[in-house]
């Protein structure tokens, strides 16, 4: 069912995050969304390997946590969330999507927290991730779609547009744990964090 207008929350954490909660106590579970709405000359230039390869390496571990102690607690508690990147609007956009069972929401929020603000970039972790990016190009040079996205994007982007060709093997071999960090911390403008909230929280 679709949440009437008067059921959304819209509130302002003390930092100024703007945040849109619709209350659903039906079942002991949330799922927040969130966008950090990155000005699109920033975005653009970073090619698309960094943005897929940094939004994967995101969930390899952070500052305290080493992958596989990241992951475990990730199992132990429940927890499932992703990022990714795409432009919208007139803004690149990095995107956040967190779902927990509400006994375990402040082990939910410390880890994503830890994982948007201070991830590890581990350089073993980096190296697998490529490692498995590779080898998704190499598969998908038999698939007809491949290539009608290159056509697409070559019609849509200028030669020098990060998304007017197709990345290859050589530009995923070319992405470095530097090249990451600089990717995540042009990225992070907390300042233009924007939240929604469905499920079992209160205001």
Request: proline share 4%; no cysteine.
């Amino acid at each position: 069912m679709v949440a009437e207008a008067h059921d959304i929350q819209q509130l302002k954490s003390p930092s100024g995050i703007e945040i849109w909660l619709k209350e659903a106590h039906d079942l002991p579970v949330a799922t927040v969304n969130f966008a950090i709405h990155v000005p699109l000359g920033i975005y653009e230039t970073f090619p698309s390997p960094l943005h897929v390869l940094g939004t994967t390496a995101m969930l390899r571990g952070t500052k305290t946590l080493d992958e596989r102690s990241f992951l475990q607690q990730m199992q132990r508690y429940s927890i499932s969330f992703s990022f990714s990147t795409k432009p919208i609007l007139g803004n690149g956009n990095l995107f956040g999507n967190l779902k927990f069972l509400t006994k375990y929401k402040s082990e939910a929020q410390k880890l994503v927290n830890s994982a948007l603000i201070e991830p590890r970039f581990d350089q073993s972790s980096v190296e697998r991730l490529k490692r498995s990016a590779i080898g998704n190009i190499q598969d998908s040079l038999s698939s007809p779609e491949f290539y009608t996205e290159l056509i697409v994007n070559e019609q849509i982007f200028s030669d020098e547009h990060p998304q007017g060709h197709l990345y290859g093997v050589k530009d995923i071999e070319k992405v470095s744990t530097a090249d990451l960090k600089s990717w995540h911390e042009a990225l992070l403008f907390r300042d233009l964090l924007k939240v929604v909230i469905v499920g079992d929280f209160s205001a």
